[in-house]
């Protein structure tokens, strides 16, 4: 193996890599590239991003320090490569796999990973706290490698489009008030899953630095500070000064100089020679500083930097001819991205009123079929969640009528704007939550696990999941019709369950849900796509157990109850199992719950659902597995509550099964 690697396969940590010539280093970022695309091509993941930093990942190990300097990536599917050379080579095969590595960096799996990172735009704060914590020590003479170690050196990579998000901003407005002399390296692809929208990506492509002025002031600078005239207290204003003087002559602002970080820019980032000299000049300087490299996504596999998008986690391929292996059958039912995607163009014909919002993801929620159909009518606001949903507030306030989608696990980053700005006013925004429930293999950071839990608390929200692709057409229809306030749909990832999707549009009665089947020993209460699991586990009991009976509920909307189908199960049920693929804690098992507990009952009730922890990464039948709602978890739950309950003729019905 370690022939075929050539360099790479003598490099098992970055002292490996430091022990190289800067010479071999294009070879390192070389094989780099060729391993993680022969790896991906049989274990899926996100391919085209780590192949666009390879020469940074590279260089930024060589340069610095790491473990002890900190590398704050950001986003975490950009550091593929990064996992390689810090340990993870021989394991990377496992990356994405049920207790194999984990899909994003979290310090929990390596001390080369900084920070978690799942979601964008977190690097910059987070590298600031670390290396303001390093100027604490620092001062307090307790430096982190010992009395006599050099300061420790904080880098935060930023880049597939996470510059857009919100939190970037602020932390760029505190790092530019706050004493700390930390690096940020912008890694400036154009894209994000999507190609990236918005005034930055306009700003980025037109930013431009002169390589010859950066160098002239680096060493004056240097020359002044070595002869005291840079103290900190003048540093500021002479920075200042220069800025004016640089705007003045190129007729062009720069918005990070205007914060005070030193701008350098921009640069080849595919020129790991050339990147490992910046570094170095900028390693030890003082203050913050931002360095701006052009990098493509997908650099050095030609099948993905044509197609960025497709290619940034494209599935199984022949990583010799480029051919994306599909493995569904022609007659699998859709995808629910896609039914919403087509049952939304399709009531946009009908209601001039909707518009379309999306935070960055119109491929990942099929928002791309209007937007390709309307695109005056749809609207990819960057990764934005927070400004997703205010956007869509504004417009609804005024006549026009948003369907808002956000992945669920990306939404939790807009629970403020959707109680303040949409909430409050009942405006009539459709948020759609998109991978709601397990989501499998990108683990923790992307499950849609709170959602129910998280929104039912908050007032004037209806809160719906279908349990199947025509409900989620009626769902969508509903919300979209006179009066219906802030209406929030919850629907998973991947494929449906029907292939005759295509049903009359018709209005469901809010707060109404369906029996789906008569029964007199056990209510079954589920919501969403867990009603299909656990109607096939009520028929395996039932066949098993002869003479038990067991009623099905699909409960529809979460907020509010159905308070007709409570009270029947209250009046005719003692046992009781609630289903669902979000939070047990405080999720529909608890609302039903506290309704029996409100209305005076006292069923014997078992809640399936997602366990008070982080659950990691897998197939989401690995994940509904170790969970306990998938099929045999939830025969287990109907077939213990018949037999703990204090009924005879029960456990009876159970011993002659």
Known sequence: MQNKLGL??????????????????????????????EELSVNPGHLASSLGVAEITVALHYVYNTPED????????????????????????????????????????SEYDTFVCGHASNSISAALGMAVAEKSREKNGFLSGGENAAPRHVVAVIGDGAMSGGLAFEGLNNVSSTPNDMLIILNDNNMSIDRSVGGMKQYLLQLNTNETYNALRFRAGNWLRSKGYLADDRRNGLIRLGNALKSAISHQQNIFEGLNIRYFGPYNGHNVKELVRILRQ?????GPKLLHLHTVKGKGYEPAEKAATIWHAPGKFDPATGRIIKNEA??????????????????????????????????????NIMMEAMPDRTFDVGIAEGHAVTFSGGMAKDGLLPFCNIYSAFAQRAYDNIIHDVAIMRLPVVICLDRAGLVGEDGATHHGAFDMAALRPIPNLTIASPMDECELRRLMYTAQLPDKGTFVIRYPRGHGVRTDWHCPLEEITVGTGRKLKEGRDVAVLTIGPTGNTAAKAIDEVERSHAGVSIAHYDMRFLKPLDGHILGEVASRFSRVVTVEDGSRSGGLGSAVLEWMADHGHCPRIIRLGLPDCFVEHGTVSELQHITGIDKEGIEKAIETILVTQHDEGCITKIQQG
């Open 330 to 367: 022609p007659d699998m039912p859709p995808k629910y991205q896609d039914v919403f995607g087509h049952t939304l163009l399709e009531l946009a014909r009908q209601n001039p009123k909707i518009v379309g919002v999306t935070p960055a993801m119109p491929t990942g929620c099929s928002m």
């Open 8 to 37: 790479l396969g003598h490099i098992k940590y970055p002292d490996d890599l430091r022990r190289l010539t800067v010479d071999q280093l294009p070879e390192v970022c070389e094989e780099l590239r060729r391993d993680i695309v």
């Open 70 to 109: 900190r590398i704050v990536w950001d986003v975490g599917h950009q550091a593929y490569g990064h996992k390689i050379l810090t340990g993870r080579r021989e394991q990377f095969c496992t990356n994405r796999k049920l207790h194999g590595i984990m899909p994003f960096p979290s310090p929990a799996e």
């Open 282 to 286: 900028l390693k030890d300087m003082k």
